[in-house]
């Protein structure tokens, strides 16, 4: 039996590592040819000091203090030449994954299906060569065929199955929106790179509040995939923003998950003047279900960059500060991550 270690490194780039019984992240890492800082591998010098928030590790009592502290155990900290871990991990390494003799992981896929499910959302299922471990809430790079560019998609399935699936916007005259849509067949082979990125389900300890604007929903699909099979028992709740008709996407999806988390709530919110719909108007102007209990709370968010932006604002302007904070701001050809945890 092994463990499933995955090695977060401060570029965005994630790879998994297996580590044996009673083997320490530094060993399995070096095994599996990934060299993470180290100088001594004694517990004396600190330099293979990353953090764990997530799994369950010894770390023993063979090293020093100055290598080490009380509080920074406390804070999650770890040495990965003295962490044993007794499950599965997610350790983030202050490097960049250069540094460490390793990068992105290319693979392959066949393409299995495109639907355009509205005029501004594309469904991409592809069938990979190989299963494929990421954290839900992670993304990859997909090479868009005949050309050497790349563009960042959320995934949107579970994590570990060859069967992978994204949500993308459909982009008039964008690169990858033309190709899906005009040229796209199934068979096609794709060059998918990753995963990456910092945006991640972490273990729900507390209410959790979802804020989702267009496409951004792909990521939260993946998170409520997850935690529909290893259950919760905290509440969580969706806020699904778009600007149009047209855009609101997946709600079947989420209403299917509301009949199977216990917890789980959603609701959709509309901007365009014209709508419908029968809640207008911002997810910001949509928080009276948001289960803000004062800052006992975590908060993802996922949305293009002026959504970020106003629900950032919005929290600042409340006086509110969630227990943690997790963002990721995309734009059509860009997908650029920043989190913020309290």
Same mark, same amino acid.
């Given at each position: 039996?092994?463990?499933?270690?995955?090695? /977060?490194?401060?570029?965005? %780039?994630?790879?998994?590592?297996?580590?044996?019984?009673?083997?320490?992240?530094?060993?399995?890492?070096?095994? /599996?040819?990934? !060299?993470?800082?180290?100088?001594?591998?004694?517990?004396?010098?600190? =330099? &293979? !000091? *990353?953090? &764990?928030?997530?799994?369950?590790?010894?770390?023993? $009592?063979?090293?020093? $203090?100055?290598?080490? =502290?009380?509080?920074? %155990?406390?804070?999650? !900290?770890?040495?990965?030449?003295?962490?044993v871990p007794s499950g599965d991990c997610v350790v983030e390494i202050p490097a960049p994954s250069t540094l460490c003799k390793t990068g992105q992981v290319e693979f392959g896929g066949t393409l299995a299906e495109v639907n355009l499910?509205?005029?501004?959302?594309?469904?991409? !299922?592809?069938?990979?060569?190989?299963?494929?471990?990421?954290?839900?809430g992670q993304y990859v790079n997909i090479r868009v065929p005949g050309?050497?560019?790349?563009?960042?998609?959320?995934?949107?399935?579970?994590?570990?199955?060859?069967?992978?699936?994204?949500?993308?916007? /459909?982009?008039? #005259?964008?690169?990858?929106?033309?190709?899906?849509? *005009?040229?796209?067949?199934? #068979?096609?082979?794709?060059?998918?790179?990753?995963?990456? #990125? %910092?945006?991640?389900?972490?273990? %729900?300890?507390?209410?959790?509040l979802m804020l989702a604007g267009g496409t951004g929903l792909a990521p939260f699909l993946a998170m409520l995939e997850e935690l529909k099979v290893k259950g919760c028992d905290q509440p969580v709740h969706l806020i699904y923003g778009v600007t149009n008709d047209d855009d609101l996407v997946g709600v079947e999806a989420l209403e299917r998950f509301a009949a199977e988390i216990g917890n789980f709530s959603f609701k959709t919110v509309v901007a365009g003047a014209d709508s419908a719909h029968p809640r207008k108007g911002y997810v910001t102007n949509h928080m009276e279900d948001a289960p803000l209990r004062h800052g006992e709370v975590d908060v993802y968010l996922c949305g293009p960059p002026p959504m970020v932006d106003a629900v950032l604002g919005y929290f600042r302007g409340q006086g509110i500060q969630p227990a943690s904070f997790h963002y990721e701001k995309f734009s059509p050809s860009v997908t650029a991550v920043a989190e913020q945890v309290a």
């Open positions: 039996m092994s463990y499933n270690i995955a090695l /977060n490194f401060e570029d965005g %780039v994630t790879r998994f590592i297996n580590c044996n019984p009673g083997e320490t992240v530094l060993d399995a890492a070096y095994r /599996n040819q990934i !060299k993470l800082p180290m100088d001594c591998s004694d517990g004396v010098c600190g =330099t &293979c !000091k *990353g953090s &764990c928030r997530q799994g369950s590790f010894d770390l023993g $009592d063979d090293y020093l $203090d100055e290598a080490l =502290t009380e509080e920074e %155990v406390a804070e999650g !900290k770890v040495l990965t030449c003295q962490m499910i509205s005029p501004t959302a594309i469904e991409l !299922k592809v069938n990979a060569d190989q299963d494929i471990p990421f954290l839900p050309s050497e560019e790349s563009r960042a998609y959320s995934f949107s399935s579970c994590p570990g199955s060859r069967e992978l699936s994204f949500l993308i916007r /459909n982009v008039p #005259g964008g690169l990858m929106s033309s190709w899906l849509v *005009g040229q796209a067949r199934a #068979g096609d082979r794709l060059s998918l790179t990753g995963p990456m #990125g %910092v945006f991640y389900l972490r273990p %729900v300890a507390r209410p959790v």
